[in-house]
């Protein structure tokens, strides 16, 4: 029974890494056709840019949910825990904040110590014209807005989802490790991977992906408008914006801390060990497997193409950072 247990758990990384590579995959191909088209008006390529992006993710969430038709078992989530109170979810929504903002600047010092790789990763960096006020509205909907919806969809929705059974943070670091590896930009990785850590957290603690997509798209959004006002604004306007919004991350992540650390004290909240044997909505066991097990486990034939496959494109640009 322990072998067919991880059986069943090798095959769902694979299926996981087999929609991570088909995400990529639509991704890639997708975008290069998009860049074959030409005469096309500007407002139409934007909009385009919207479909490849929104297409690349949620497609990977349909094949999956077709592939999981007949392995049902292991994708059903614990029953509902107790409803957790509107504080404590506002509290880890500004914690989310605050060390996301922090390891952004973490990330990026530590990397441009070594090397001047932004150059190299112009393609990730968001910088298109913002003029015209539809070119504003949709630069918001494709960085805020879908962002938010479809990577949340896929790897909180279906990710973290399908991994719940094999305990909250086994579903949590594995759905951050992926999303850190998807963008596929050093320059960002540890801060995505917090950011996924948080996304992943407040999913499980809500049984919902609204919490994290709030979170997702307010993270974006002060990002999204600090180009849009870089660009169409005085520097005295853009320097106030972006120093409101420090102090106002840091204020609110600040007593959110504060906050959790009180409850925990006071043991309002607790952080439960291991994993928490409830059956399924079936009435069916969830699927026990020991920590060495999960992890080796991740390392399936799919998740380790998938792995080299991100690694891969990064080396290339730290590559071309350090020789050009």
């Known amino acids: 029974m322990k072998k067919q247990d991880r059986r069943i758990y090798v095959s769902l990384i694979n299926r996981i890494a087999l929609v991570m590579l088909v ?6 191909v997708l975008s290069k056709l998009l860049g074959t088209l030409k005469n ?4 139409a390529y934007l909009l385009l840019e919207c479909a490849v992006y929104f297409l690349s993710f949620v497609l990977p969430v349909v094949l999956f949910n077709k592939m999981n038709k ?46 001047d790789y932004s150059e190299f990763s112009s393609e990730f960096l968001w910088f298109v014209e913002l003029k015209q006020p539809y070119q504003i509205i949709i630069y918001f909907i494709s960085y805020a ?7 949340e969809l896929l790897f909180r929705g279906t ?10 943070g086994t579903a949590i670091v594995i759905s951050a490790v992926l999303f850190a590896l998807m963008h596929t930009n050093i320059e960002q990785i540890l801060y995505t991977f917090v950011a996924g850590l948080f996304f992943g957290w ?16 307010v993270n974006n959004s002060i990002s999204v408008v600090g180009e849009i006002l870089y660009q169409n604004c005085s520097p005295i306007v853009y320097e106030a914006y972006i120093s ?19 409850l925990y004290k ?21 699927l026990p497997l020991s920590v060495n097990e999960r992890i080796s486990g991740f390392f399936s034939v799919g998740m380790i193409i998938f792995v080299v496959y991100c690694v891969a494109i990064m080396s290339y640009y730290v590559y071309l950072s350090v020789v050009l």
């Open 23 to 28: 995400n990529q995959g639509l991704i890639l």
């Open 40 to 43: 096309i008006p500007d407002a």
């Open 70 to 115: 007949n392995s049902q078992k292991e994708i059903y989530e614990p029953k509902e825990s107790e409803k957790k109170s509107p504080l404590y979810v506002a509290m880890l929504f500004g914690m989310g904040l605050v060390f996301i903002y922090c390891s952004s600047f973490v990330n990026y010092f530590i990397v441009n110590f070594f090397t």
């Open 145 to 151: 807005i879908i962002p938010a919806l479809v990577e």
């Open 159 to 168: 990710v973290c989802r399908s991994l719940t059974v094999y305990g909250k």
């Open 202 to 217: 407040l999913y499980v603690e809500t049984k919902s992906i609204l919490a994290p997509a709030l979170l997702h798209f």
């Open 244 to 262: 409101l919004t420090d102090v106002a991350t840091l204020c609110f992540g600040l007593l959110s801390c504060v906050g959790f650390l009180c």
């Open 266 to 286: 006071k043991k309002i909240i607790s952080f439960k060990k291991g994993i928490e044997m409830k059956p399924d909505e079936n009435g069916n066991d969830v």
